[in-house]
Every structure is written in C-alpha cells, then in structure tokens.
C-alpha cells in the first residue's frame, strides 16, 4: 500500500465516519469522492457500507431510549423499506442508476437551498402513517437502485418538528438496516476480496473514531440546529453528487 492510499483511505473513512456520527446518514457521499481515486467503484461501495453500518451502530447507541420510546414510528419508515430493497435492486436492469442519481440530486439542491434561506423552517406536526410509509418504502427503493436510502427519509424528517434524538432514532437505524442488507447482498456477489478486507481494516478505525467525534458535535446541538444542519446538509450532499456525476 502506497501512502497516497494510506492518507485517501484515512481521509475518506475519516471524512464518511464524522459525517456519520453527527448526522446518522451521508458516509457514503463523503467518502467515495476519496476513494473512487485509490479504487474501483464496486469495491469503494462494499468499504463504505460496512463503514455506514458500523458507525451507524454507534450513532443508534446513543438515541436507543428514543427508539425504543416510539419504536412504531420507525417501523412505519423500516418495514415498507424492506420491501422496497429488492424491488430497487430489480429495477437496476430497466434503471440508469447515473440519471437517478443526477435527479435526486437536484431535488436536494433545490430542497436544501429553499429552506436553508428560510428564516422559519417547515412545522409538518400532524401524525402521517401513510406518508412516511411511502417515504421509507421508496428509500428502500433508492437504496437498492443507487445507494442512496437516506436522501428522502432525511429530507422528510427535517420538516418534522421532532426533538434531535426522535429525528436521528428513524434516520440513524433505517440506514443501518437498509445497509446491513446491501452489504450482505455485496458479500453475496463476491466484492469482499482480501484486498477490499484489507483496506477495510484500514478505513474502519479511523471511521469509528471520526464517528465519535461528531456524536460529541451532536450533543451539543439544539434541536432547532440539528434540523437546520440536517437541512444544510442535503444541499451540501445534493452538491457533492451532483458534480461526481457530470464530472
């Protein structure tokens, strides 16, 4: 291993991982535009999967009790996903992942830029059982077809007046678990060669760390914080896909 892989592997993971720990989603739209340079796609998507899972499980960790409060609400967003999952993976052969990819894009420019200049933020208060439904059932969908299971339920969830820990106890376990299964469907394929553990043993400390270091970040922000940054942040992921796409 060279150390220009070394120093892209540890930034990536590093990168991915921090994301991970202060927001619950987004390890893999910070970290594949470092490790597309050191690898080949299918093999950066098997890293950071796993990196998703395992960062994930300590960002679930710490808003367990919120889980485990309301744990009907995330089944509304996990149970329809688990449906969507295969069906996404079915539509790969009819799908071009890349114009999805650009589409959802734009949808998070346009969403994160309108409310990122609002001085208020959207108060969505009432119950929406069959929404949030069709939300998680179609973040299966995404997940399956383009990775990206977390663009729609983030986006949803930030107009929901919840406290952060409710927020992030629907964000952080729907994309573990829609994780989990893309990473088992991947071992399954055979993208886990010994070169992808390698690198994998490599990356995930540093995850794991740099995941810490957000969830002390995510402590420390107020409700109303954590719902604009959740917000600033999709323009920002919406941005980052958006020109490793065209370019």
Known sequence: MTVEILVLLILGASAGGLINGLAGFGTALFALGFFLNI???????????????????????????????????????????????????????????????????VFLLIYGGFFSLRSTLPRIERRTPVIDGLIGFAGGVLGGTASLSGALPTMWCSMRPWPKSETRAVLQPFNVVVLSLTALMLALQGAYTKQTLFYLAVA??????????????????????????????????????????LF
């Open 39 to 105: 690898m080949s796609p299918v093999q950066a998507v098997a890293i950071v999967v796993v990196l998703s899972v395992v960062s994930g499980f300590q960002g679930v960790w710490i808003v367990r009790h919120a889980i485990f409060d309301n744990p009907r609400r995330l089944l509304r967003f996990l149970v329809p996903a688990l449906f969507g999952i295969p069906l996404g993976v079915a539509a790969l052969a009819y799908i071009e992942p890349h114009s999805l990819k650009i589409i959802i894009a």
């Open 204 to 245: 995930l400390p540093a995850a794991m760390i740099a995941a810490q270091l957000g969830i002390a970040i995510f402590k420390r922000l107020s409700d109303d914080q954590f719902r604009r940054m959740l917000i600033g942040l999709t323009f920002v992921s919406g941005t980052i896909l958006l020109v490793r796409e």
